[in-house]
């Protein structure tokens, strides 16, 4: 089984981030860039069908040359071989820009895929659409928020989790799955993994040999624009409610103030 694993290098989800004043995109250079923690379930989740099926783990990533890092984590972690798409045309790019950009880059991956896993959602851009769109773009089936995956012959099943319940999809290969946090605990990248991932084959690629044109990426061209933005309040302190043997009442008042019951 031949597996894609779309990952993204992100800012640190714990650090402090921000947007630029000049163009409303993510301030990239603000804080350290990591590989995004929900893509460290998605690679886990391909290396455990991998050993189970066997086959090859490919991790596909779409940014700058910085994203190198988030590369050779995902390789040090166990994954065979990567695919950078990387142009500077490609900066800015929306979610529907950046489907179709990964569409285009799966098809170069080498031996072709059977599977394509992703993360449900990235860090900082929240939208949890990309996965789906991207199996929209090839025409495959999308099983997403999946927090279990089997694999039997030609066919995938997943039990989805949304907070509607827990689902059963199933569908013929290939087709696109996106985890959620629940999937799996990420293996650590062992000395031994550390060392091979500096020898496992990277390709780099520009827009060009992905046969991307510069009219279909890029801010300039974005379905989406930022027309304003503003930094989160500070946390305030809570409201604190004495209990004179009339708490209950106080506590149920208040949630009806907030609309909340």
């Not at 603000?30 to 929900?38: G, P």
């Not at 950078?84 to 072709?112: N, P, Y």
């Not at 929209?136 to 279990?148: K, Y």
Request: hydrophobic content about 40%.
């Amino acid at each position: 089984m031949n597996i894609v694993v779309l990952i993204k290098q992100v800012p640190d989800t714990y650090s402090e981030r921000k947007l630029k004043d000049s163009d409303g995109t993510l301030d990239r250079e603000a804080t350290d860039a990591v590989l995004d923690e929900i893509n460290e379930r998605a690679v886990e989740a391909a290396l455990q069908l991998k050993e189970a099926q066997g086959g090859e783990v490919t991790v596909l990533t779409m940014g700058p040359d910085g994203a190198t890092d988030a590369i050779r984590k995902a390789l040090s972690m166990g994954a065979d071989k990567a695919v950078h798409l990387s142009d500077e045309a490609l900066a800015g790019s929306c979610a529907v820009q950046t489907a179709r950009a990964l569409a285009k880059a799966i098809g170069t991956v080498e031996g072709g895929f059977d599977l394509v896993v992703a993360g449900n959602e990235a860090s900082d851009g929240r939208s949890s659409a990309v996965p789906a769109m991207v199996a929209d773009v090839l025409g495959l089936p999308a099983l997403t928020h999946a927090r279990e995956i089997t694999v039997d012959g030609s066919s995938i099943t997943v039990k989805r989790e949304t907070d509607d319940g827990v689902t059963t999809l199933t569908a013929e290969l290939p087709a696109v799955v996106s985890v959620g946090e629940k999937i799996n605990e990420p293996r650590y990248p062992s000395f031994k993994g550390i060392m091979a991932a500096k020898k496992k084959p990277v390709a780099a690629i520009t827009i060009a040999d992905a046969g991307i044109e510069a009219s279909e990426v890029g801010l300039a061209n974005a379905l989406t624009t930022v027309t304003s933005a503003s930094p989160k309040p500070p946390k305030s302190a809570g409201e604190k409610i004495e209990d004179e043997g009339d708490g209950g009442a106080k506590v149920a008042a208040y949630l009806v103030g907030q609309k909340l019951i």
